[in-house]
């Protein structure tokens, strides 16, 4: 059986004002918001609608005059824009016009009231579309990218056309053949969306926005089928993984609670090096990683992860880095942002990435801790402190690449390059070419800008950027669709390439070089003899795409 369907929808676009049928409401919840002028103000409206797992189940249904919307709570925007929703969706029934008889199989039921879900509003359209709406992140309006949410008492073989109507942005992966993630209760592997099954277009009926609709087909109908902008990585499946390795007992991992957010959860900093690396009276070396300051990347959790599970194995290159360096990592900046579902923000509506050069003990308490811990150990002579990378992920761009800042010194601008370029060396995926170094104003407030001017110039800063949809390697003619396993692959290579920048190959017991191709060729001129027991993670490298095992094409 054809489980998706296939392409021969068309791509239509119906008016809000026209065919549109908004389903039978519970009761009116109308919120006039003025201008919010003052920082107590946006805590409290945090703190009311977000600071309890209730958030994510207010009432069903909002209706006024104008009709009546899938979601809790409105913003009216009196100056005559869009309303904002606040809340998700929670086992919202969407049952044909005019129909009042009893629940039946089709009548599809929506509920984003789970971690780090968001969809906001749903329209009916017709029997087969139906518009959706990203929730915006809490306490701003302005961004809308991500969604997660799950579908219900469907028919077999019922299909159906989804249109996510209001991105907050315009450019988009969608255009080069990124799809949405889809998994089932039956089959609980997520798989990507066939391309060929998903348009992004400007709609005219949209205020002109750009939409991105997908079709497909239910095939089973007691499965519940859940939908996600990528693949999730919550709060909860770090905590578990976390969780995992301290009942290993790793005498060279620490697990230590950093701060707490504020809704009181856990900001998590691993210590990874050898205890007699630490005990030392030599300076040591150490390395700074933190990841998903920006909650809806969660690609940025997969490479994190594929760092850490490195660096704590058994393998003989992932030993000598224990024993030359101390690794501090920080997997979660954001965690009240992740579990809210949010793409951009924390829980009060802040970028917690334009904070870094003064942040707040409580509206920004994680970043708060993290920028004093780093403060405290530059300050501490016996340290090092090397290397800062703050992991993210890239809407609009493919393969893994770096930001790093500029100087005004020619030797340390070619100092910067060198861990970009080896790199681009062990990781198939990565691309030096994409690499670039700025001084962009609106960066300012980076990790990597403000830490990049606080540390010495033996230090150096990166944001590390992994796409979320694909990579473009020299020996394939299309992107290779990234999967939750090559994401973590990056990160294995990310560690390792440390080996290479501190050049303790020679500690390895195999020293035989093997050439590891670059994806771009720019360090083919003189190039680095990569040794094989770095044992860098390389894809087959014939350009195939992973298949998809769980829904046909």
């Given at each position: 059986?054809?489980?998706?369907?296939?392409?021969?929808?068309?791509?239509?676009?119906?008016?809000?004002?026209?065919?549109?049928?908004?389903?039978?409401?519970?009761?009116?919840?109308?919120?006039?918001?003025?201008?919010?002028?003052?920082?107590?103000?946006?805590?409290?409206?945090?703190?009311?609608?977000?600071?309890?797992?209730?958030?994510?189940?207010?009432?069903?249904?909002?209706?006024?005059?104008?009709?009546?919307?899938?979601?809790?709570?409105?913003?009216?925007?009196?100056?005559?824009?869009?309303?904002?929703?606040?809340?998700?969706?929670?086992?919202?029934?969407?049952?044909?016009?005019?129909?009042?008889?009893?629940?039946?199989?089709?009548?599809?039921?929506?509920?984003?009231?789970?971690?780090?879900?968001?969809?906001?509003?749903?329209?009916?359209?017709?029997?087969?579309?139906?518009?959706?709406?990203?929730?915006?992140?809490?306490?701003?309006?302005?961004?809308?990218?991500?969604?997660?949410?799950?579908?219900?008492?469907?028919?077999?073989?019922?299909?159906?056309?989804?249109?996510?109507?209001?991105?907050?942005?315009?450019?988009?992966?969608?255009?080069?053949?990124?799809?949405?993630?889809?998994?089932?209760?039956?089959?609980?592997?997520?798989?990507?969306?066939?391309?060929?099954?998903?348009?992004?277009?400007?709609?005219?009926?949209?205020?002109?926005?750009?939409?991105?609709?997908?079709?497909?087909?239910?095939?089973?109908?007691?499965?519940?089928?859940?939908?996600?902008?990528?693949?999730?990585?919550?709060?909860?499946?770090?905590?578990?993984?976390?969780?995992?390795?301290?009942?290993?007992?790793?005498?060279?991992?620490?697990?230590?609670?950093?701060?707490?957010?504020?809704?009181?959860?856990?900001?998590?900093?691993?210590?990874?090096?050898?205890?007699?690396?630490?005990?030392?009276?030599?300076?040591?070396?150490?390395?700074?990683?933190?990841?998903?300051?920006?909650?809806?990347?969660?690609?940025?959790?997969?490479?994190?992860?594929?760092?850490?599970?490195?660096?704590?194995?058994?393998?003989?290159?992932?030993?000598?880095?224990?024993?030359?360096?101390?690794?501090?990592?920080?997997?979660?900046?954001?965690?009240?942002?992740?579990?809210?579902?949010?793409?951009?923000?924390?829980?009060?509506?802040?970028?917690?990435?334009?904070?870094?050069?003064?942040?707040?003990?409580?509206?920004?308490?994680?970043?708060?801790?993290?920028?004093?811990?780093?403060?405290?150990?530059?300050?501490?002579?016996?340290?090092?402190?090397?290397?800062?990378?703050?992991?993210?992920?890239?809407?609009?761009?493919?393969?893994?690449?770096?930001?790093?800042?500029?100087?005004?010194?020619?030797?340390?601008?070619?100092?910067?390059?060198?861990?970009?370029?080896?790199?681009?060396?062990?990781?198939?995926?990565?691309?030096?070419?994409?690499?670039?170094?700025?001084?962009?104003?609106?960066?300012?407030?980076?990790?990597?800008?403000?830490?990049?001017?606080?540390?010495?110039?033996?230090?150096?800063?990166?944001?590390?950027?992994?796409?979320?949809?694909?990579?473009?390697?020299?020996?394939?003619?299309?992107?290779?669709?990234?999967?939750?396993?090559?994401?973590?692959?990056?990160?294995?290579?990310?560690?390792?390439?440390?080996?290479?920048?501190?050049?303790?190959?020679?500690?390895?017991?195999?020293?035989?070089?093997?050439?590891?191709?670059?994806?771009?060729?720019?360090?083919?001129?003189?190039?680095?003899?990569?040794?094989?027991?770095?044992?860098?993670i390389r894809d087959s490298g014939d350009g195939k795409k992973e298949k998809n095992q769980i829904f046909g094409h």
């Amino acid at each position: 059986m054809n489980h998706v369907a296939e392409a021969e929808y068309p791509r239509t676009c119906t008016s809000v004002g026209q065919s549109q049928h908004r389903v039978k409401p519970h009761c009116t919840v109308m919120l006039r918001v003025e201008a919010i002028g003052i920082t107590g103000m946006l805590v409290l409206l945090a703190e009311a609608f977000y600071s309890t797992p209730s958030l994510f189940r207010a009432s069903e249904m909002s209706c006024g005059s104008d009709g009546c919307w899938a979601g809790s709570i409105r913003k009216r925007n009196e100056a005559g824009g869009e309303d904002a929703l606040v809340g998700n969706v929670n086992k919202l029934t969407v049952s044909p016009p005019g129909y009042t008889g009893p629940l039946r199989k089709g009548h599809l039921i929506f509920d984003a009231c789970f971690e780090s879900g968001n969809l906001g509003r749903v329209d009916y359209i017709g029997d087969f579309e139906f518009d959706l709406f990203i929730r915006p992140d809490t306490c701003n309006p302005r961004f809308r990218v991500w969604f997660n949410f799950t579908v219900e008492n469907v028919r077999e073989t019922q299909r159906v056309i989804f249109n996510v109507v209001n991105f907050s942005k315009t450019k988009s992966l969608y255009r080069d053949g990124m799809s949405p993630v889809v998994k089932s209760t039956s089959r609980p592997k997520w798989q990507r969306l066939p391309p060929k099954n998903v348009y992004y277009y400007r709609c005219p009926d949209h205020r002109r926005n750009y939409v991105m609709s997908f079709a497909f087909c239910f095939d089973r109908e007691d499965d519940v089928y859940q939908f996600a902008y990528c693949y999730p990585y919550t709060y909860t499946r770090l905590q578990h993984y976390l969780a995992s390795l301290e009942r290993r007992n790793l005498p060279y991992l620490q697990r230590e609670q950093l701060g707490l957010s504020v809704q009181q959860r856990r900001l998590d900093l691993l210590t990874i090096t050898n205890s007699e690396n630490v005990r030392s009276e030599k300076e040591k070396k150490l390395v700074f990683l933190t990841a998903r300051v920006h909650p809806g990347e969660s690609p940025a959790s997969f490479v994190c992860q594929g760092v850490i599970d490195f660096l704590v194995s058994h393998h003989p290159v992932a030993q000598i880095l224990r024993d030359h360096v101390i690794f501090k990592i920080v997997p979660m900046l954001n965690p009240d942002g992740v579990y809210l579902g949010n793409y951009r923000c924390s829980l009060m509506g802040f970028d917690l990435n334009r904070h870094w050069q003064d942040p707040s003990p409580w509206a920004h308490p994680t970043l708060h801790a993290v920028k004093q811990l780093i403060v405290q150990m530059n300050q501490d002579p016996s340290v090092s402190l090397e290397f800062y990378i703050d992991i993210h992920s890239h809407s609009t761009m493919l393969n893994g690449f770096m930001y790093g800042n500029v100087f005004e010194e020619e030797e340390r601008v070619q100092r910067q390059a060198v861990f970009p370029r080896l790199l681009c060396q062990n990781a198939p995926d990565f691309s030096f070419s994409n690499t670039s170094f700025n001084r962009d104003k609106v960066k300012a407030g980076t990790g990597r800008r403000f830490l990049g001017g606080l540390l010495d110039d033996t230090s150096y800063c990166y944001t590390l950027e992994v796409s979320f949809y694909g990579y473009m390697t020299s020996v394939c003619t299309a992107a290779v669709p990234y999967s939750e396993e090559i994401y973590m692959k990056l990160g294995r290579n990310v560690a390792r390439t440390f080996l290479d920048y501190y050049k303790l190959n020679n500690l390895t017991k195999d020293n035989r070089p093997t050439n590891i191709h670059c994806t771009d060729g720019i360090s083919q001129t003189g190039k680095s003899k990569i040794l094989s027991s770095t044992g860098a993670i390389r894809d087959s490298g014939d350009g195939k795409k992973e298949k998809n095992q769980i829904f046909g094409h």
